[in-house]
């Protein structure tokens, strides 16, 4: 079994959000960094989720300096979403050594930017769908992106990705 634990970061603090409800925000009882720290003991643990919160929000990603800390902590591999809209902050996760970059609110509405990405980070890029039943969400969860699930996949098949991060959003931090 590989388990891939979940850090959701709003200003370097590990929190939870309901229904991605940024009014509804748990602060973890684990630091970022110790969160990090703990996963990286246990073999199944084969990479770890960051998301950076407010950066999703922002439409930039604004979590650079902890994601950088956080990757110092482990060798383990960092996938990290969250604000990332253009190929140079991609560039700069990947100077930080993070591994996988998860694309959501540009991928989704800007395919052949997509296509760029993946030429440049084949195998390396996920793409983020979070979805209300079959509409996808972007820029936060915030809006609803006009576009659906099945067209969305069916125009990307051919794309040579990492994989897709489908979250369910009334779902999501209900435990």
């Known amino acids: 079994m590989e388990i891939i634990p979940a850090i959701d970061?709003?200003?370097?603090?590990?929190?939870?959000?309901?229904?991605?409800?940024y009014d509804k925000q748990v602060v973890m009882p684990m630091s970022a960094t110790e969160a990090v720290t703990y996963y990286s003991q246990f073999p199944q643990v084969t990479r770890i989720h960051v998301v950076d919160l407010i950066g999703a929000t922002k439409q930039a990603a604004v979590e650079g300096d902890t994601v950088e800390v956080l990757k110092s902590l482990t060798d383990i591999p960092l996938e990290i979403g969250g604000g990332i809209r253009d190929l140079e902050t991609i560039d700069l996760y990947d100077k930080l050594g993070i591994d996988y970059f998860i694309l959501?609110?540009?991928?989704?509405?800007?395919?052949?930017?997509?296509?760029?990405?993946?030429?440049k980070y084949p195998g390396r890029i996920y793409v983020g769908l979070d979805c209300k039943d079959e509409a996808i969400y972007i820029n936060g969860w915030k809006e609803a992106s006009g576009r659906y699930i099945q067209e969305y996949l069916d125009e990307i098949a051919?794309?040579?990705?990492?994989?897709?991060?489908?979250?369910?959003?009334?779902?999501?931090?209900?435990?």
């Open 9 to 21: 970061l709003i200003d370097g603090k590990s929190v939870r959000l309901q229904q991605g409800d």
């Open 104 to 119: 959501g609110t540009r991928a989704i509405m800007d395919v052949p930017w997509l296509n760029e990405a993946v030429a």
């Open 158 to 175: 051919d794309l040579d990705i990492a994989g897709i991060i489908y979250t369910d959003i009334y779902k999501d931090g209900m435990i």
